[in-house]
Nanobody
Framework: QVQLVESGGGLVQPGGSLRLSCAAS????????MSWYRQAVGKLRELVAS????????NYADSVKGRFTIFRDNGENTLTLQMNSLKPEDTAVYYC????????WGQGTQVTVSS
């Protein structure tokens, strides 16, 4: 079955960095567009970044452009989100999503940006 397991969340001070990872299994990872979403308390889930199957094309929400980088390793079936210059408004649960089939979500990982 499809599994997406996120890791790497935590507490970081404003201006700091975190790297989130998503380990994927149960489908042909290298053939599927992957995305990171986030959901803050009291807000709708929003798309943060997406990457096409080969990694040649990426898209970012305006709020994270220039600070976040999405990339993938198709040999290791992993998706990564490098987050730099973090702000308090980046605080949210971050989810990995696969566009395989009906779409699958990971369980989420909490990112808290606070001094």
């Amino acid at each position: 079955q499809v599994q997406l397991v996120e890791s790497g969340g935590g507490l970081v001070q404003p201006g700091g960095s975190l790297r989130l990872s998503c380990a994927a299994s149960g489908f042909t990872f290298s053939s599927v567009t992957m995305s990171w979403y986030r959901q803050a308390v009291g807000k709708l889930r929003e798309l943060v970044a997406s990457i096409n199957p080969t990694g040649s094309n990426t898209n970012y929400a305006d709020s994270v452009k220039g600070r976040f980088t999405i990339f993938r390793d198709n040999g290791e079936n992993t998706l990564t989100l490098q987050m730099n210059s973090l702000k308090p408004e980046d605080t949210a649960v971050y989810y990995c999503k696969s566009l395989y089939g009906r779409g699958y979500w990971g369980q989420g990982t909490q990112v808290t940006v606070s001094s």
